[in-house]
């Protein structure tokens, strides 16, 4: 789910570049919901790692 993180905000930086504002507002947003996803899955998979060994 990083990776397509990474993608879309590499898409954003493009579109930026090129001057198309509003695929590189979605793009972005996009990059930014799919990071706060992955931090969240991120750290429930080491809470729960943490309550199994512990």
Aim: charged letters at 5%; proline letters at 0%; hydrophobic letters at 75%.
């Amino acid at each position: 789910m990083l990776h397509y993180a990474v993608v879309f905000l590499v898409i954003a930086l493009i579109a930026a570049l090129l001057g198309f504002g509003g695929i590189a507002a979605s793009a972005a947003g996009i990059a930014k919901i799919l990071f706060f996803v992955f931090l969240i899955l991120a750290l429930v998979s080491f809470v729960f790692g943490l309550r199994r060994s512990g």
